[in-house]
């Protein structure tokens, strides 16, 4: 009889099992991804962000964002918007849905979302992140976390924004060491990532320039963090999260992955979409880099999916 493992954290009174975790990413952790994610062993599952006026209005939008499945507790939906007030009403309804934790997004930079005030926007306004927090930690059963940057350039104002998370309830902070204007270029700042975790109590996740696993244990030795959210890195290499670099993956291994992703993008989008939506992941997948213009095109032409396995078998073979 063995002993069981150790939880390498808590989010309040919930057990996480493991240090890897998939970032969520708009358009890319859907279920079909973020459940393989979590199969090859993400820590947790976190949900693509939704936006709470869709919750709150008659959308079916949220419903599909935020679906997931047992195996993959303990999930994480997460939220934004601007409105303390609303974003309480969207998260009260959407924790009837069965989520462990809820997520509050405060570091996407993207224009259309920063410049109304919401995700990495939300940063210019410490007061309105404070007011979040004590109403959704006050009203919510499940812990409340939250997602952040550095800032802007001109306002790094990270551990003020970390504390003020953890001061008014917040259980967990996840940052992305890079400021809105970097989005996801240059370098991120792991030495930032240290300050926070020095700065707050509650567990922090490390976000930024993890692509190989010898990154997970260098970024933990180097800020402290407990543990590391992984993104675009994840896209290519999923079998990251099984402590496998991309050159250690066998042919046979990305096939079998290929042909369940797929299955599972097809089962919860439907034949025409599921195929379709299939096709980023695809490009992915197979490197399409180190393949030639002629075969890209081939692969990624729409057709059924069982002429799309026969195609990338045939890929297989001729590069095996």
């Keep these: 009889m063995t002993d069981s493992p150790s939880p390498t954290f808590h989010i309040r009174d919930i057990p996480i099992y493991g240090d890897a975790i998939l970032a969520p990413m708009d358009g890319y952790s859907d279920w079909p991804f973020r459940s393989m994610c979590r199969e090859f062993g993400?820590?947790?599952s976190y949900t693509e962000f939704v936006q709470v006026e869709k919750i709150l209005s008659k959308s079916k939008q949220p419903a599909k964002k935020l679906y997931f499945e047992v195996a993959e507790r303990p999930v994480t939906f997460q939220l934004y918007g601007d409105d303390p007030d609303k974003i309480l009403e969207a998260a009260l309804r959407v924790q009837d849905w069965g989520p462990d934790i809820i997520d509050v997004n405060m570091g996407c930079p993207a224009k259309a979302i920063s410049h109304r005030g919401a995700g990495v926007g939300m940063m210019?306004?410490?007061?309105k992140i404070a007011r979040t927090f004590k109403k959704l930690s006050a009203k919510l059963k499940v812990p409340v976390t939250g997602k952040i940057r550095l800032g802007w350039e001109r306002n790094k104002n990270y551990k003020l924004i970390a504390r003020i998370v953890e001061e008014c309830g917040g259980s967990l902070i996840a940052i992305h060491g890079r400021t809105k204007e970097q989005s996801y270029g240059g370098n991120a700042n792991w030495d930032?990532?240290?300050e926070v975790k020095a700065a707050v109590k509650i567990p922090v996740i490390g976000n930024g320039d993890v692509k190989l696993v010898e990154d997970?244990?260098?970024?933990?030795?180097?800020?402290g963090c407990d543990a590391?959210?992984?993104g675009r890195g994840a896209l290519a290499n999923p079998w990251?999260?099984?402590k496998l670099d991309r050159e250690q993956v066998t042919s046979e291994q990305v096939r079998e992955t290929v042909r369940r992703h797929l299955a599972k993008s097809v089962e919860f989008y439907g034949e025409e979409d599921g195929q379709r939506l299939f096709r980023k992941y695809a490009v992915q997948y197979l490197l399409m880099k180190t393949l030639t213009r002629e075969t890209r095109r081939?692969?990624?032409k729409?057709?059924?999916?069982?002429?799309?396995?026969?195609?990338?078998?045939?890929?297989y073979t001729l590069t095996a």
Aim: hydrophobic fraction near 55%; charge should be positive; avoid cysteine.
């Design 240 to 242: 990251i999260f099984s």
């Design 192 to 194: 930032a990532i240290a």
């Design 124 to 127: 210019k306004s410490p007061l």
């Design 228 to 230: 590391v959210m992984i």
């Design 42 to 44: 993400s820590a947790m």
């Design 216 to 223: 997970i244990e260098r970024m933990k030795r180097h800020t």
């Design 302 to 315: 729409p057709m059924p999916p069982a002429e799309f396995l026969e195609a990338l078998n045939q890929v």
């Design 298 to 300: 081939q692969i990624l």
